[in-house]
């Protein structure tokens, strides 16, 4: 057991390159990859979601009675700014429907389990993030769907119910029930807790070298169109995240959380509505896995620079203070 948290330590620790040297193999050789069916995408995720409501606890939720203006505008920067950065990319770059559809999926979904990771390295609000990551997936079976309908079922056929029903299989089920069984039996989860890491690299790594080397071709043929999209989408995410939370007052910690949280989405969850709601556009399984190889590499990039900044502000609070005291 010692040999496993030491190598789920390391899995999540290194996630960024292992995400990044499986997706180039599977790019340049996807032979090597073929195996890994996309239809293995869905269990996939569900492992993931499972591992992620087996930490979750009820004070996890308490934050919205205390602080539920904190929690409202994280919810609505979430589900507002994304969204409306995957139509202009759409429109300013003019996708195709096929790839402007896994474009619009990934800015629709929630945030990602890996933004509360990022936002403590990037000593930010965690137990905020850990809200809205909560808050954002319950919403899910409600708001991807209808936003996706809203932003692009002008161009494409849109199956809410089957994308409701897809999202609550995969996702809220599997959190659910990580969540009965943490509560009744929390003594028994709190043994695996410190090996979900490396099982959720292992599913995320098997998603992303599924999508990516059963497209390898088309990647090679639109490769730095999708990856210039994703990119700017991640980075908007990030940049109009602090934005809008420094511009309602919110302290250096929550303007950090927020920030991550809304440039980091649930890519699993969007290439997994790509392959089954969208199956008859192929490439739009892809914007969802490069998003999910890119915003790892992005996101500790960033979390990086923010615990840097909130060493120098540190500094210069006390260097003001004692100025002030001379």
């Known amino acids: 057991m010692k040999f496993l948290e030491k190598l789920s330590s390391l899995a999540g620790k290194y996630m960024a390159g292992i995400v990044l040297v499986i997706a180039a193999i599977s790019l340049f050789v996807p032979t090597t990859f073929t195996w890994i ?166 599913a995320i790594v098997a998603i992303v070298a599924s999508v990516v080397s059963a497209n390898s071709a088309r990647i090679m043929t639109s490769g730095l169109l999708i990856i210039g999209v994703v990119i700017l989408h991640n980075l908007l995410g990030y940049a109009t995240g602090y934005i809008a939370s420094k511009a309602f007052g919110m302290s250096l910690p929550k303007r950090k959380a927020i920030s991550i949280e809304v440039g980091m989405q649930n890519s699993g969850l969007a290439t997994s509505l790509a392959a089954t709601s969208f199956a008859q556009y192929p490439l739009a399984t892809i914007p969802g896995a490069v998003f999910s190889v890119w915003h790892n590499i992005s996101g500790a990039i960033l979390a990086n620079m923010y615990a840097k900044i909130e060493e120098k502000e540190t500094v210069k609070n006390y260097n003001k203070k004692v100025i002030g005291n001379l």
């Open 37 to 202: 069916k996309t239809s293995y995408i869905n269990p996939l995720l569900m492992v993931v979601m499972f591992g992620m409501g087996l930490t979750l606890k009820f004070e996890d939720f308490k934050l919205i009675l205390s602080r539920p203006t904190d929690v409202v505008i994280g919810f609505c920067t979430q589900f507002i700014l994304m969204p409306a950065i995957a139509f202009l990319l759409v429109k300013v770059f003019r996708l195709p429907p096929e790839l402007a559809v896994g474009v619009v999926l990934v800015g629709t979904c929630p945030g990602g389990t890996s933004s509360n990771v990022m936002t403590y390295l990037a000593k930010g609000d965690v137990a905020l993030s850990v809200t809205m990551t909560s808050f954002s997936t319950i919403f899910a079976p409600i708001l991807t769907p209808f936003l996706t309908k809203l932003l692009i079922g002008a161009t494409v056929e849109v199956n809410v119910m089957s994308m409701f029903l897809s999202i609550i299989k995969v996702v809220i089920l599997p959190i659910g029930l990580g969540f009965v069984i943490n509560k009744f039996f929390g003594e028994i989860t709190e043994r695996f807790i410190k090996v979900l890491p490396l099982v959720s690299v292992v």
